[in-house]
């Protein structure tokens, strides 16, 4: 089946730290592979995403690159600002299907 | 910059009682999602609508859940006989258009709490 395997949670950071957050996911077809971000009492906003193998999407400062070989769609950012704290989910689309699976989410916290 | 709205923002209910969680999409958008979001779980899709009729459905869709779009804009979602189990944030999304690599925009969720 279709399914996504974040890295586990919580993880907290210094300002300016480097951030990866893993995310894996096993798939039949060819599926498109989406960042969405929740900051605190707001709903799911698209943050980045990938439609084929080797696209790398990016926005605020944050890529991630449609890794077929790995089956793996890793989140990153060079330089973390207390303001990217929120729940990161990593979701994967597939052609005929209608909805999008989830990961089960990362709380990611900066400190100043 | 158009958003999907979702009322109320919070709904506490009894165990047995009927409730409606309230979404406007965007407004040239074709296809409308439910998700739930069990505390600490993953977000998990319900059901789509395109058409005016539900297009896809999860097992955990059953009899005690309908949706409609009553009037064009809004889009509902009915749970006949709330169970505790029920309790979740519930999202609302739509898109333009059909396709894995068409974006779902997600409205702000309603928080349920079944007593």
């Given at each position: 089946?279709?399914?996504?395997?974040?890295?586990?949670?919580?993880?907290?950071l210094s300002e300016e730290a480097f951030l990866?957050?893993?995310?894996?996911?096993?798939?039949?077809?060819?599926?498109?592979?989406?960042?969405?971000?929740?900051?605190?009492?707001?709903?799911?906003?698209?943050?980045?995403?990938?439609?084929?193998?080797?696209?790398?999407?990016?926005?605020?400062?944050?890529?991630?690159?449609?890794?077929?070989?790995?089956?793996?769609?890793?989140?990153?950012k060079g330089s973390v600002q207390v303001?990217?704290?929120?729940?990161?989910?990593?979701?994967?689309?597939?052609?005929?299907?209608?909805?999008?699976?989830?990961?089960?989410?990362?709380?990611?916290?900066i400190n100043p | 910059?158009?958003?999907?709205?979702?009322?109320?923002?919070?709904?506490?209910?009894?165990?047995?009682?009927?409730?409606?969680?309230?979404?406007?999409?965007?407004?040239?958008?074709?296809?409308?999602?439910?998700?739930?979001?069990?505390?600490?779980?993953?977000?998990?899709?319900?059901?789509?609508?395109?058409?005016?009729?539900?297009?896809?459905?999860?097992?955990?869709?059953?009899?005690?859940?309908?949706?409609?779009?009553?009037?064009?804009?809004?889009?509902?979602?009915?749970?006949?006989?709330?169970?505790?189990?029920?309790?979740?944030?519930?999202?609302?999304?739509?898109?333009?258009?059909?396709?894995?690599?068409?974006?779902?925009?997600?409205?702000?969720?309603?928080?349920?709490?079944?007593?």
């Amino acid at each position: 089946g279709n399914s996504v395997t974040q890295m586990e949670g919580p993880v907290t950071l210094s300002e300016e730290a480097f951030l990866t957050i893993n995310c894996t996911y096993t798939a039949t077809g060819y599926p498109s592979l989406f960042w969405y971000v929740q900051y605190p009492g707001e709903g799911l906003q698209l943050l980045l995403k990938a439609t084929k193998a080797d696209d790398k999407g990016s926005n605020k400062g944050f890529e991630a690159t449609y890794r077929k070989e790995t089956t793996s769609f890793h989140l990153e950012k060079g330089s973390v600002q207390v303001s990217d704290s929120a729940v990161y989910f990593c979701a994967l689309g597939i052609q005929g299907a209608q909805k999008l699976v989830f990961g089960q989410g990362t709380r990611l916290t900066i400190n100043p | 910059e158009p958003e999907v709205t979702q009322t109320p923002s919070h709904q506490v209910t009894q165990m047995g009682q009927e409730v409606i969680l309230r979404c406007v999409p965007i407004s040239n958008h074709l296809y409308f999602y439910w998700y739930r979001q069990i505390l600490g779980q993953k977000v998990e899709f319900l059901v789509s609508f395109y058409n005016n009729e539900i297009s896809e459905k999860s097992e955990i869709f059953d009899d005690q859940f309908s949706v409609e779009r009553p009037d064009g804009s809004n889009f509902t979602l009915k749970i006949r006989s709330t169970k505790l189990e029920d309790s979740a944030m519930y999202f609302c999304a739509s898109r333009p258009r059909q396709g894995a690599r068409e974006t779902q925009y997600f409205g702000p969720g309603t928080r349920l709490l079944v007593l």
